[in-house]
């Protein structure tokens, strides 16, 4: 089995990337992995949400405390936890990343489906994308 190191774990409040999270401490425990949480919001520049600071601070507030819950699950189960917040396409955001030679992920642990409204026959859009784009192992949590 490849030595883990590094696992990243795509976060959006879903309960499936929740489940995703755990999965991936009880995964990254016996290695001594850590987990980057990565949140990104696919709202573009020209977005009509641009210049509304309510919804801007109601999403910063959401995402922040996402990131936190993470943390201290994470550090609960002694695992350090690092977050990343990206804009703009999501799952060429993950991919991005999670294939980055600095970052050096061994693995992505993701929900099969996220909090979108549209369902996919058997994945989301989002982790349909990162199974076929992926160039690291990816394991998707139900």
């Given amino acids: ?38 949140y990104s919001i696919n709202i573009q520049p020209h977005s009509e949400f641009q210049g509304i600071g ?7 507030k959401e995402i922040k405390k996402m990131m936190d819950d993470a943390k201290i699950l994470s550090k609960q189960n002694g695992i350090v936890f690092k977050e990343k917040l990206m804009r703009g ?26 909090r979108s409204a549209i369902k996919e026959l058997f994945l989301g859009s989002v982790s349909n994308y990162i199974v076929h784009s992926s160039k690291i192992p990816v394991l998707i949590v139900k």
């Fill in 1 to 38: 089995m490849q030595n883990i190191k590094k696992i990243l774990v795509p976060i959006d409040g879903s309960k499936n990337s929740i489940r995703a999270l755990e999965m991936a401490i009880s995964i990254a425990r016996p290695f001594g992995a850590t987990i980057t949480g990565a």
């Fill in 54 to 60: 309510s919804v801007n601070k109601e999403w910063n």
């Fill in 89 to 114: 396409d999501i799952g060429y955001n993950l991919i991005k990343l999670a294939h980055d030679k600095k970052e050096k992920f061994t693995l992505i642990v993701m929900g099969s489906r996220g």
